[in-house]
């Protein structure tokens, strides 16, 4: 099953293995626009069924880490056309992942020095990486959020929208929204930090509203079934509080998506082990509610682990993270029970090709 096609009206995926979203931070934080150095790496894992870039922030605001390249103006697109095209060339797919970073993040990352925006006033106790003195990198406390007032959100849905547009330019396939892990649209979701009392509070219809209002401004500039979106259920990366009632949050909003027919409800399991349990009822509550794509990400390894998920039928496709870093062949190891090359985390952010581009193929 697991190398088998999976398609929807919109676009034909060759096997059900998808490359995870995941942040390198190798671009030039001034201009933020995709190198030669991006265009290889993303060539070199074309032949994964489906391709999730790094995240991508859809404005300066919006940028929370140093060096990832990004997705607001006309030379980034420009970047990401020649990655898309690389892609291509080798017979890959490729979604853009867009992200905003909301409260994890700090002002010497902004060109402007604007505050992190936040849900609301309440940081993140976590860190982040700056620009630091003699260009070095440096590690940092994310910054005071400021909360965003109801303008702020109406620019935030159209930076989205935007960078949708500016991707469909720069040759993706698609695009997932970065629901997940902490960040801006987590933010507004999480009961423990959503104290605003407008609209985009309170209720669960209100703390997904801001996703809801990006998935629509997203889908309608590329179409539906080119959209995913990303979602952690008992995530607490980036001092997140896990959801008190995620067994009615998740399926809810899979059946919004659902209803709006868009392609791929993507979900991470941070702690890789609930996915992974046939007994766990997220995964089959999540199956019935949304009936597009559904992928699940978290500790894949082997291609029986992947098998196993595919024949309850509790996903459709299996997004692999951390043995893509260190295996751009990573369908063909699978395919053939190859072993497979160990990543090392010094590299993980750490600039430069080494750890990026050099991990051999069988
Ligand atoms: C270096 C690194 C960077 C990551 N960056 C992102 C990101 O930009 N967006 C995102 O949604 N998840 C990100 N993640 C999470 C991965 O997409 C994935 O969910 C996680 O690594 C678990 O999958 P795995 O066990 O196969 O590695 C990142 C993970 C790693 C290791």
Redesign the pocket.
Known sequence: MLFDSHSNSAIALPNRIAM?????CRADHRDAVPNDMIVEYYRQRASAGLIIS??VPVSDRARGYINTPALWNDAQAAGWRRVSDAVHSADGRIFA?L?HCGRVAHAALHVDGSAPAGVSKKPAATQTMIPGQDGKITQVACGQPQALSLTEIRGVVAEFAHAAKLAMQAGFDGVEI?G??GYLLDQFRCPALNNRNDAYGGSLANRYRLLLEVVDAVAAEVGPQRVAV?QSPYGVANDMVADPEPMATYPWLARELNQRGIGFLHI?C?S?DWIHDAGHSMMPALRDAFHGGLIA?????TADACEAILARGHADLI???????ANPDLVERLRCNAPLNKWDVNS??AGGATGYTDYPTL
């Open positions: 995870a979203p995941m942040t390198r790094e995240g992942q992200w970065h997940a892990n990303r991470y941070q890789a990400c978290g500790g894949f390894k997004a692999i993270g951390k043995p893509y870093i993980f952010y």
